[in-house]
């Protein structure tokens, strides 16, 4: 709750004009507690959960041509039961785990001092602090991971994430209870090393679970605004760690590739990258050979 009664009031305390932001900032939130506008993140959450894998759930069952060729694993496919299935599991755990500890961890929130006043922060601040936050949080969940594909780990608690070897969207947050608690260390780990604004939490939180459907989606779209973030790991780099199961010792950065590449934790993948790319050079070269008879290597495919 800001200690200001009135626009006025937080005008002469900040010694200048509110700006835009920071008056739709005040009305809102002017007479909310803090716990209150903590406790956002449940339903941005739920939202992100329900709302974003929609369009990959659409993709999968319509099977469409133009987007169908961007499937990673286009031979394996769940059925609209098991994907709603899936998501009914995510949703389990969301109201079981999730959300109470989202209830219960305000204090900490409090304690580690993130703030929901005036000043709001500047949109270098918010996307300095963003990244800061990514790169501990992938840094962390690396050695988290590896921990989990141990012998122990893997068959007492991470074995769960893995039932789906081509991952969906709803399989991102889809985890053992225990995964969900461990993991959620990472994600506290930035906020706590640099407190930030409310504001730049609430969008950690969601930028963070957006990125985690995105990688688990399935779909390597050629498109995507993540193929210009440096480093970036994406759909096609995480779904070959699913798809190597739990024998995988390849791939366990959550955002990024640079843990892998320094710690040799992306060889499996590199090779088999290699393999592929020699795979279709020879291939290419055959379709020319034989007179054309397949235009390009996804009709060779398709056949």
């Not at 009135?6 to 939130?29: M, P, Q």
């Not at 393999?275 to 054309?292: D, M, P, S, T, V």
Request: glycine fraction near 8%.
């Amino acid at each position: 709750m800001l200690p200001y009664h009135t626009l006025h009031e937080a005008e002469v305390a900040l010694g200048r004009n509110l700006t835009f932001a920071e008056t739709v900032w005040f009305n809102y939130s002017a007479n909310k507690s803090d716990y209150f506008l903590y406790c956002h993140n449940i339903l941005f959450l739920f939202l992100i959960f329900s709302v974003v894998p929609l369009p990959l759930v659409f993709l999968e069952v319509k099977r469409l041509v133009g987007f169908d060729k961007y499937k990673i694993q286009p031979k394996v496919r769940l059925s609209l039961d098991e994907m709603f299935k899936c998501y009914k599991d995510v949703m389990r755990m969301f109201f079981l785990i999730i959300g109470p500890l989202q209830l219960v961890s305000y204090p900490s929130i409090k304690i580690i001092g993130i703030r929901s006043g005036l000043p709001l922060p500047s949109g270098w601040e918010i996307l300095s602090q963003l990244a800061v936050y990514f790169m501990i949080e992938d840094y962390t969940n690396y050695w988290i991971h590896r921990f989990l594909h141990g012998k122990w780990g893997y068959e007492m608690i991470h074995r769960v994430h893995h039932e789906y070897t081509a991952p969906i969207g709803f399989a991102a947050p889809y985890a053992h209870w225990a995964e969900v608690l461990i993991l959620g260390i990472p994600s506290f780990l930035g906020p706590a090393i640099v407190p930030g604004h409310m504001i730049t939490f609430w969008l950690w939180i969601a930028l963070r679970q957006i990125e985690a459907l995105d990688t688990h989606s399935g779909y390597d779209f050629p498109w995507s605004p993540t193929k210009y973030i440096p480093f970036y790991g994406g759909a096609e780099y995480h779904d070959y760690h699913h798809y190597v199961g739990g024998q995988s010792q390849s791939n366990f950065a959550s955002v990024f590739t640079y843990c892998d590449y320094i710690y040799g934790t992306d060889k499996g993948y590199r090779y088999q990258k290699k393999i592929l790319r020699k795979l279709k050079e020879e291939l290419a070269n055959g379709i020319e050979h034989n007179g054309g008879s397949y235009n390009t290597i996804q009709d060779l495919k398709s056949d």
